[in-house]
């Protein structure tokens, strides 16, 4: 008996730092397009949310936004058609997004040029996962205007 509740212990220890671990990760999709999802699904998602404003032949789209914090998504896609890019452009007349609610500040690279903040997570490849980098750029040093979700290729560089 002393064993099982051992055992259950451990278990419920394991468990919640884990919940820690991923939750402070930031995951590799925004408004539910999913790095590495079908051009399909994407577009069937996309469709719910918003509508395309327009396509280019890099096989990227524009798609505008019904929510009161995003205006547009970009999303763009590798050549088979899985999406490797999405970005996300805060409504200018919206409520603010806040660093922070994209990902912990913390553990963030930071950089700033003459009043441009960009904030950078890369975040290691895991089981279900390629490696991917979360970039949010903004003016104000708490407040962003755009994030990405972005694939990283096999030697860890971003995939544009």
Same mark, same amino acid.
């Given at each position: 008996?002393? /064993?099982? *509740? ?10 919640? =730092? ?11 999709? *925004? ?7 079908? /051009? ?16 280019? /032949?890099? &096989? ?21 058609? &899985? ?13 603010? =997004? ?8 913390? $553990? ?17 490849? /895991? ?20 994030? $990405? ?12």
């Amino acid at each position: 008996m002393k /064993r099982i *509740i051992t055992l259950s212990l451990v278990l419920i220890v394991v468990l919640g =730092v884990s919940a820690i671990v991923f939750a402070e990760t930031p995951q590799p999709q *925004i408004m539910g397009i999913s790095l590495g999802m079908s /051009r399909d699904d994407a577009r069937g998602h996309l469709k719910s949310i918003g509508s395309l404003q327009r396509e280019t /032949r890099k &096989r990227q789209e524009v798609w505008t936004i019904r929510d009161d914090r995003i205006s547009h998504l970009l999303v763009g896609y590798d050549p088979e058609f &899985r999406v490797r890019y999405v970005t996300a452009i805060v409504r200018a007349d919206g409520p603010r =997004v806040r660093y922070d609610d994209v990902a912990d500040v913390k $553990s963030a690279q930071r950089e700033q040029n003459q009043g441009n903040y960009k904030l950078t997570w890369q975040i290691a490849a /895991r089981s279900g996962h390629s490696a991917y980098v979360l970039i949010a750029h903004g003016h104000d040093p708490q407040y962003l205007e755009s994030f $990405s979700v972005k694939k990283m290729d096999q030697k860890e560089e971003e995939v544009d």
